[in-house]
């Protein structure tokens, strides 16, 4: 089954195929999205080539309510603990590794199901340059998959996926 790759996180998530056509497109609607979905992959695509973001094993998780509220944080799995044992001790090269190996953000979401897109409007973020701005994600449901895709990724050109699976 191939998918269109648009790029997310979702949050995220977030984010980046050929979308499923649409009969085999399962549950595209705002009430599908509510819940707690778990982080799968977050990957960006740039001139035929295919990057893991979070590295290979990804940790996170997004949650949608139904009032229109979002969290999304996402990590690598191997970022090293802080030898201090202190998170307000950390050392340059501890501390760079934190920033560049995890994402969190929070605020509202709106959907347009004609569209199948999601636009996240972040209220609060580990990055401050997102703090206020509106993303916009493309969005396709598969049974207890979400995968949320961008064109144009904050962090550079490319394509952007998101790849969530509902927590059960």
Excluded: C
């Amino acid at each position: 089954m191939n998918r269109f790759i648009s790029a997310v996180l979702t949050v995220s998530a977030v984010i980046f195929g050929i979308f499923l056509p649409e009969e085999e497109a399962i549950g595209q609607t705002a009430k599908e999205l509510v819940g707690t979905w778990t982080l799968v992959s977050v990957t960006l695509e740039q001139d035929g080539n295919k990057v893991e973001l979070f590295g290979p094993n990804p940790q996170g998780q997004a949650i949608f309510d139904p009032n229109g509220r979002f969290s999304a944080i996402s990590t690598r799995s191997d970022i090293p603990k802080f030898a201090s044992n202190n998170r307000e001790a950390g050392t340059p090269e501890e501390n760079k590794a934190v920033v560049q190996g995890s994402i969190a953000s929070f605020g509202t979401y709106s959907v347009s199901e004609t569209d199948k897109a999601i636009t996240l409007h972040i209220e609060g973020s580990t990055f401050p340059n997102w703090r206020g701005a509106d993303q916009k994600r493309l969005f396709t449901l598969a049974g207890d998959e979400l995968t949320l895709t961008t064109l144009t990724p904050s962090i550079g050109v490319g394509t952007g996926q998101m790849v969530l699976r509902r927590a059960k």
